[in-house]
């Protein structure tokens, strides 16, 4: 993927000023050193790749769409694209039907649940859902829930992936197993694979090594949210930042995030961003939970970094402002260039979690230590859920 592009198009899509794709009708692709337009149709036959994997092919072609800067990309490109969002727009409205049959068996057998990302992501996140690629639903419920909400998952048509005990917990569809897709165009069609991923808990110390005290009162603050006519419960605003930070972040550690997660986060930013009652529930929700403060501002920093979307004032002291010295130079010199390849390339995440381990000689240790994992998953090249 040329870099350069890549620059270009994250620039493209920034959150917190209009698409710099178009200068007016007549520079409707110029940016700085030519823009969208000084690429030729190799370079956008490799971008398509990449804009499928870092999970922005669709919001970049909404945004093009927005401005009339069609032309900014060779048109065979942008048929392709303009063809996907469509067909995932169906996807999208196939899900959710199937999202709210899932929901009504959780409801119906009384069991307490929170979904997670997707549809509760719209609107402060991604401003529609048909914009955002969906490979999965997500629940947390109790622990003590997790036995009635595999009921309540196979009432709706779905069965435990045999062999995946750990969490979270994994149920697929009998009639459409998860395969890889056959196409690009595949990843954006109603009848791709979907799974449900059961959460017990936001944050698994293991085997990251990185212990973070978090509220247990999170299932007792859910409100009802609806997406595109489904009514389901998910988390208070403020615990649903928390997770995304915490998603985020586990996912660096994993050398597998999508950069279009940054810019879910990046939105929030930008949407949120004077809403001072908003940031003091926040800031009380990860007071004293240490590592979280900390986590948070690495994950605001490269969120605000590459998608243009300031980091409020209110919410600065608690977390970007208390970096210390290696992790704010990792955010600088690291995460970004290691984002646009979604963390997969290389290993500089390793130096971001040596940061977090609180026992050097656990993150010295090569058998119990977190090396170990990285060694494994390396090795083996199985890089854990890429959501």
Known sequence: MNRALAREIVQSVGVSKPCNVSNGPDRAAETSGGGLAAFGPRDWDQALDWLDQ????LVFWDRLTALGAQDAVPREIGDKLARNLA??????????????????????????????????????YCPDAALRPMYDYDYLVRPEDVDRARQAFTAAGFV??????EHPLVFIHPDRPPRPALSRDELYD????????????????????????????????VRPHTTLGVTFDSLANEDALVFQVLHAFRHILRN???????????????????????????????QGREPLPEIAGVVFALSARLFDAPVPEAIQAQTTARLSRPLALWVERYGPDSALDNFLTNKFSLFL?????????????????????????FKTGHLGSRS
């Open 54 to 57: 870092t999970g922005l092919a």
């Open 87 to 124: 067909d995932h727009g169906r996807r999208v409205a196939a899900m959710a039907d199937e999202f709210d049959t899932i929901n009504g068996s959780l409801q119906a057998l009384g069991v307490r649940y929170a979904a997670l990302k997707g549809f509760a992501l719209v609107p402060d």
């Open 160 to 165: 435990h992936h045999q062999g995946r005990e």
């Open 190 to 221: 109603a009848g791709f694979p979907r799974s449900i991923e059961l959460h017990h808990s936001l944050w698994e110390s293991e085997p990251l090594g990185i212990a973070v005290a978090l509220a247990d009162d999170v299932l007792d603050w």
């Open 256 to 286: 597998w995030c999508r950069l279009g997660l940054f810019r879910d986060l990046a939105c929030f930013l930008a949407r949120r961003g004077s809403d001072q009652d908003f940031w003091t529930r926040f800031s009380a929700r990860i």
């Open 353 to 377: 979690h040596r940061e977090f381990i609180g026992d050097p000689r656990s993150w010295m240790d090569p058998i119990a230590g977190p090396t170990r994992h990285y060694a494994t998953e």
